[in-house]
């Protein structure tokens, strides 16, 4: 049903302009029915951890997930008078 119908608005372009205007505003409504569902989800979430008292968050063992040392800078090295000669 709905091919035959866009065949007929594919030889009256009026009824394609009102059809893709229809189909559309559907899609637009879906998304934004998605869209407020997800964000009422986060905002719950993030209500249950603002009220959480401190002593029902989780501890930590104090040690981060960076090792002393194992982070690595680079350094600019010096070059001498010699090696900076252009040929």
């Known amino acids: 049903?709905?091919?035959?119908?866009?065949?007929?608005?594919?030889?009256?372009?009026?009824?394609?302009?009102?059809l893709d205007k229809f189909f559309g505003v559907a899609k637009e409504s879906k998304a934004t029915?998605?869209?407020?569902?997800?964000?009422?989800?986060?905002?719950?979430?993030?209500?249950?951890?603002?009220?959480r008292k401190p002593e029902q968050q989780r501890k930590t063992d104090g040690a981060s997930g960076v090792q002393k040392g194992s982070v690595r800078i680079p350094r600019v090295r010096k070059r001498s008078a010699k090696n900076n000669k252009r040929a």
């Open 33 to 51: 029915s998605r869209r407020d569902a997800k964000d009422a989800a986060v905002d719950a979430v993030v209500d249950g951890l603002r009220k």
């Open 1 to 18: 049903m709905i091919k035959l119908l866009y065949a007929i608005a594919k030889a009256i372009p009026a009824l394609q302009k009102i």
